[in-house]
Nanobody
Framework: QVQLEESGGASVQAGGSLTLSCVYTASFKCMGWFRQAPGKEREGVAAITPITTATEYADSVKGRFAISQDNAELTLYLQMHSLKPEDTAMYYC????????????????????WGQGTQVTVSS
């Protein structure tokens, strides 16, 4: 049973920063973060593959967000800077044994395992 537990969500003002954490019990080829705002479809935000530490980002967060992984602590991170109101969403940690490629995985919007989510609210 794979378990993912996110933390770090909060309410912040525009321009602020947050770091989300996800403690996991197993490492997979595709690991990353998705988000879903009310009334919108789930969106892939950032992904990393442990073997090569290659990363991929949604265009909307490139240059502002950074994904990283600490295999010793079994923790996935998402550093978020220059936050905007449009970043407001529930953020989910996800992992998948079947990895079509990081960008495809983010665009596909589905994953094998999900965390419960952590809320990020950015006010203007």
């Amino acid at each position: 049973q794979v378990q993912l537990e996110e933390s770090g969500g909060a309410s912040v003002q525009a321009g602020g920063s947050l770091t989300l954490s996800c403690v996991y019990t197993a490492s997979f080829k595709c690991m990353g973060w998705f988000r879903q705002a009310p009334g919108k479809e789930r969106e892939g935000v950032a992904a990393i593959t442990p073997i090569t530490t290659a990363t991929e980002y949604a265009d909307s967060v490139k240059g502002r967000f950074a994904i990283s992984q600490d295999n010793a602590e079994l923790t996935l991170y998402l550093q978020m800077h220059s936050l905007k109101p449009e970043d407001t969403a529930m953020y989910y940690c996800a992992v998948d044994r079947s990895c079509p490629g990081l960008r495809q995985w983010l665009l596909r919007g589905t994953s094998e395992f999900w965390g419960q989510g952590t809320q990020v609210t950015v006010s203007s």
